[in-house]
Every structure is written in structure tokens, then in C-alpha cells.
């Protein structure tokens, strides 16, 4: 059955880093794209980054472009977030998610949840300041 493990979460102070990883399997992982996102207490659901099954294109939020980055390792069928210089308002669950095709709107690669089929549980991520 299909899976997504999220890892790698924690508390850590503002301008701390810590890097995610989703685990997945029970799916043809090379054939879909990989999102991460989080949910804070009272918020929506909102697309952190998210990479294109060939990998080539890569979304960011604008709040993380140039603090996080993402990658795909397909032979471990694993996807990595590296966050950098984070900041309180990162504080949320963190959910990795995986969709059967990519999505562009107004010819940008898109990172939008409900695009996205299959759901793992969350890691907390806590920036204490």
C-alpha cells in the first residue's frame, strides 16, 4: 500500500536548520512529483516547495525561496528538504505529498494540495525565537 514517511523534524532555534525527508513506497515513485507542505495551528495547508517528476522543475514559496531547498534521490525513493535559516513562522506540521503528473498554471510549475493524491503524516517542526 502506499506510503509516505515524513522525518526529520524537531525544535530548533530561529536561524537553525534542519532537513526533512519523505520516504516513499507502495507507488510508482519516478512518475510523480513530490510537494512538501505544512499546516500551522489555525492556517490552511499551503505548498512549502514542491519538484517535478523529472526533477527538472522545482517550486518554492516566495517566504523560503533562498532558505530551503529541495531534491529527489529516486533510487531510495526518498525527497529531501533542506531548510535553512528558519524562522518562527515556519513553526508548523510539515507534510510530504505525491501527485501522478505535474501541474502548471499560467505556464509555471505549480504546488497547490489539491493537485496532490497521495498523503503521509506530518513531522512538527518548531523555530523557537
Known amino acids: 500500500h502506499v506510503q509516505l514517511q515524513a522525518s526529520g523534524g524537531g525544535l530548533v532555534r530561529a536561524g537553525g536548520s534542519l532537513r526533512l525527508s519523505c520516504a516513499a513506497s507502495g507507488f510508482d515513485f519516478d512518475y510523480h512529483g513530490i510537494g512538501w507542505f505544512r499546516q500551522a495551528p489555525g492556517k490552511e495547508r499551503e505548498g512549502v516547495s514542491c519538484?517535478?517528476?523529472?526533477?527538472?522543475?522545482?517550486y518554492y514559496k516566495d517566504s523560503v525561496r533562498g532558505r530551503f531547498t529541495i531534491s529527489r534521490d529516486n533510487a531510495r525513493n526518498t525527497v529531501h528538504l533542506q531548510m535553512n535559516g528558519l524562522q518562527v513562522e515556519d513553526t508548523a506540521v510539515y507534510f510530504c505529498?505525491?501527485?501522478?503528473?505535474?501541474?502548471?498554471?499560467?505556464?509555471?510549475?505549480?504546488?497547490?494540495?489539491?493537485?496532490?493524491?497521495?498523503w503521509g503524516q506530518g513531522t512538527q517542526v518548531t523555530v523557537s525565537s
Open positions: 505529498a505525491a501527485a501522478p503528473r505535474d501541474t502548471w498554471y499560467s505556464g509555471e510549475y505549480s504546488c497547490f494540495p489539491t493537485d496532490f493524491d497521495f
Open positions: 519538484i517535478s517528476v523529472s526533477g527538472s522543475n522545482t
